[in-house]
Structures are given as C-alpha cells and as structure tokens.
C-alpha cells in the first residue's frame, strides 16, 4: 500500500496563489483519481476536488487540481486566497484494491 | 439534491459495539456506494472501508478487517456502519461519503462516537 505526504503547514497572503502538493510514495500518481477535501475548524470536511481535478457544484474556480506524473505528485491550487480558505486540507486517492488513502493533512494559513 | 444524513451521537463502554447509520437521497442509490472514513480528536483522517450499494462489494482497511462490517439497505436507502471490541482509541467522529470504488464526493455529517468507561 501507498501512502500520500503533503507538507504539513503553508502560508499565503490574501490575494495571492498556493499551490498544496501530495506525493505518491508508490505506483503511479495516474493510477487512480485523488481528491481533495477542505475542512474548516469545527466543520465537516467537504470535496473540493475529485477525479484529479473536477470541481464539485458550488465550489469556485479559485479551486483547481492537477497531476504531475514526472514528480509522481497530485496539487491542489487556490488562487485569489481569502481568509474563508484557512482550512486543513487533505488529498486521498486509492490503490488497486479499492483500498482508500489519505494525506496526513495540510494546514493552510492566510494571514 | 444529494444528501447524506447521519444517525445522532453515541457513547459505549468498552468492549461494546456501534452501529451508525447513513439514510441516502436525491440520486439512485445503488449507483454508488459509501465510503467510511474517522477522525479522531485533533488527529487527520482516516479511511475505513468501502461499501457497493450495488452489489454489496466491500473494501476493508487491514485495521479493521476482523471488526467491521459494512452493509446496506436498499429498500431504504440506508448504510450501516457496525464496529465491534471497542476501545477508548475509536472515539472518533465517522463519516459515511458517497463513494463509487474510486472516487467520493458528497459527506455526510459525521458521527460522535465517544468510548468511556
């Protein structure tokens, strides 16, 4: 089984663009689809992104995904940042087994 | 619109069993599955199993393998989660998704177990 490391914490002002990576220790990164979830303090988490970069209804285009195969890496991209973005996020993904993974999570600050 | 709805907070002792419940509507049940998926206090997520509406398919995390089974009604729409030989170390908040084997989208609310003697 894989696993998935982001970095543990980001920082960003308002206004600006980061980028969140999420890096597949083994097998391909285009092996199977990650997602990626927000979740603000006290909240459930939601899907920002699934299927590597398609946006669920409701989530604006500030949100993108990405896959890097040469890094074996998927990404999470917020451009425009505002402070309703300060949130853990977390990238998942599967093996081949249907086995489901997760990053150990992202703590993004906008300050 | 879809909508994923959990059963309400639950406290065991050790040694007991749980069962939450995940009541589905607004798409056609047995096109998906759920996934299952915990986070303990202060702690990042972690995934559990996975379930086919469909067929009744399961994917269990090596973790779990000999203490939880998924399941679910198609009559009613529903996901059961059931969880047995608990201990203090699965309080956890449980979320059911929306789940078809390779990806999720929508959650549910989540679930407060508390495991106190």
């Known amino acids: 089984k894989f696993m998935l490391t982001q970095p543990h914490s980001v920082s960003e002002s308002p206004g600006k663009t980061v980028t969140i990576s999420c890096t597949r220790s083994?097998?391909?990164?285009?092996?199977?689809?990650v997602q990626w979830f927000q979740q603000r303090p006290g909240s459930t988490p939601t899907t920002v992104i699934y299927e590597d970069k398609e946006r669920p209804s409701g989530v604006p285009d500030r949100f993108s995904g990405s896959i890097d195969f040469s890094s074996n890496s998927a990404s999470l991209t917020i451009s425009g940042l505002k402070t309703e973005d300060e949130a853990d996020y977390y990238c998942q993904s599967y093996d081949d087994t249907n086995q489901g993974v997760f990053g150990g999570g992202t703590k993004l600050t906008v300050l | 619109q879809v909508q994923l709805v959990q059963s309400g907070p639950e406290v065991k002792k050790p040694g007991a069993s749980v069962k939450v419940s995940c009541k589905a509507s607004g798409y056609t049940f047995t096109r998906y599955g759920f996934d299952w998926v915990r986070q303990a206090p202060g702690q990042g997520l972690e995934w559990m199993g996975w379930i086919s509406a469909y067929n009744g398919h399961t994917a269990y995390a090596p973790k779990f393998q000999d203490r939880l089974t998924l399941t679910t009604d198609t009559s009613t729409s529903i996901g059961y989660l059931d969880l047995r030989s608990l201990t203090s170390d699965d309080t956890a908040v449980y979320y059911c998704?929306?789940?078809?084997?390779?990806?999720?989208?929508?959650w549910g609310q989540g679930v407060l177990v508390t495991v106190s003697s």
């Open positions: 998704l929306r789940g078809s084997g390779d990806t999720v989208d929508y």
């Open positions: 083994s097998g391909s990164i285009t092996s199977n689809y």
